[in-house]
């Protein structure tokens, strides 16, 4: 195509397990757990990638899976970002297809004896997915959110990350971070000086992110380092230990909320 540029690659959103290696796996556990990232393709700036939030919980999923033995799944790429539709690039489905898709992979998993899913959300504006879980635990079936707000302050708190979780909403520190650590390459230049914040957002769902950014940034990126994201990673790893125990347990009752690494 005349003027194409070359677009950097991202790579390891796909896992490469082949049947046999389920199978493996799955034989090894009392209960086989599922991982299912869901990220989101929207605008993040002009300095991250439209896929940030996928890559983000890309990057939670496989740090998970090398630690406990998971069913790591592809990711949901494509979700609710309707507060971002202003800017070029964002693509969003409805809240009640992000809920049936869920859905319908879950009683895929269970079909093929895989009776627990977690859902690894990289992207704020999925809230329907706090619905799914809250519905599907009502009706008996194993399946969590993941992380939890206690889990990124915990991981925010050991990275050493210097912006609360309130103030870095977007395309922030904590974003910026885990990106320089797992995929650098899809940095541009610009997130040194494009700190923005702001902290009340009271009217967010009315007017969007475009009522409160210019640019699209909400938080501090300058405060990013390929460090914190490492760090925040190994935390989030950590915690997740009291998930797997949670979902692999014989009752519905949380008895044992310690570490559940292979």
Request: aromatic share 4%; charged share 20%; with cysteine.
């Amino acid at each position: 195509m005349s003027g194409s540029q070359t677009r950097p690659v991202a790579h390891s959103l796909v896992p490469a397990d082949t049947t046999e290696d389920v199978r493996t796996r799955g034989a090894g556990v009392s209960r086989q757990v599922a991982v299912l990232p869901v990220g989101s393709f929207e605008q993040h700036g002009p300095f991250l990638p439209l896929a940030t939030d996928t890559l983000v919980a890309c990057a939670i999923a496989r740090e998970i899976a090398a630690a406990y033995p998971v069913h790591l799944l592809p990711p949901v790429t494509i979700a609710c970002s309707h507060e971002h539709s202003a800017w070029p690039g964002t693509v969003s489905i409805s809240s009640v297809t992000l809920h049936a898709v869920v859905r319908d992979i879950a009683a895929s998993l269970r079909r093929s004896g895989v009776d627990a899913l977690v859902l690894v959300n990289g992207h704020g504006g999925n809230y329907v997915l706090g619905n799914v879980v809250q519905e599907s635990s009502a009706r008996g079936e194993r399946m969590a959110l993941f992380p939890a707000p206690e889990d990124w302050e915990a991981a925010r708190e050991r990275a050493g990350v210097e912006t609360s979780l309130l103030t870095d909403m977007h395309a922030g520190e904590i974003e910026t971070s885990i990106l320089l650590h797992a995929h650098p390459e899809l940095i541009r230049p610009g997130y040194e000086t494009s700190d923005f914040v702001a902290d009340d957002r009271r009217h967010l769902l009315t007017l969007g992110m475009s009522g409160y950014t210019d640019s699209g940034v909400i938080g501090r990126p300058s405060l990013g380092s390929a460090e914190k994201g490492k760090r925040l990673l190994a935390s989030l790893a950590d915690s997740f230990g009291a998930y797997v125990s949670l979902l692999t347990s014989a009752d519905d009752s949380v008895a044992d909320t310690g570490d559940a690494r292979k």
